[in-house]
Nanobody, 122 residues
Framework: QLQFVESGGGLVQPGGSLRLSCAAS????????IGWFRQAPGKGHEGVSC????????YYADSVKGRFTISRDNAKNTAYLQMNSLKPEDTANYYC???????????????WGQGTQVTVSS
């Protein structure tokens, strides 16, 4: 099955850090822009960050700017989301997808993963 597989979530205290991984399964991700998304219980789907395929340009939602860093390692067929200074409002299921990146938002369109749960709580 062609999809991304996310990992790295868990329970962390406020102010802590996590690094999420997004591994391509059954295809190579080097030609795709990759977006990270999240959805908290009772809330809508939010585009968190995106990284282009060509020159690695990155995009962030205002809610995570300065705290999260997206990156990719095409040799490992994996993208990452480094999350620092985590807040309780970051609690959500995080997932990735092949996406269109822009400064107006991130739009996923293919290879959606099942996600990894991030819980920020003391």
């Amino acid at each position: 099955q062609l999809q991304f597989v996310e990992s790295g979530g868990g329970l962390v205290q406020p102010g802590g850090s996590l690094r999420l991984s997004c591994a391509a399964s059954g295809f190579t991700l080097d030609t795709y822009a990759i977006g990270w998304f999240r959805q908290a219980p009772g809330k809508g789907h939010e585009g968190v960050s995106c990284i282009s395929s060509s020159n690695g340009t990155t995009y962030y939602a205002d809610s995570v700017k300065g705290r999260f860093t997206i990156s990719r390692d095409n040799a490992k067929n994996t993208a990452y989301l480094q999350m620092n200074s985590l807040k309780p409002e970051d609690t959500a299921n995080y997932y990735c997808a092949a996406s269109y990146c822009s400064y107006f938002g991130t739009q996923g369109y293919a290879y959606w993963g099942q996600g990894t749960q991030v819980t920020v709580s003391s």
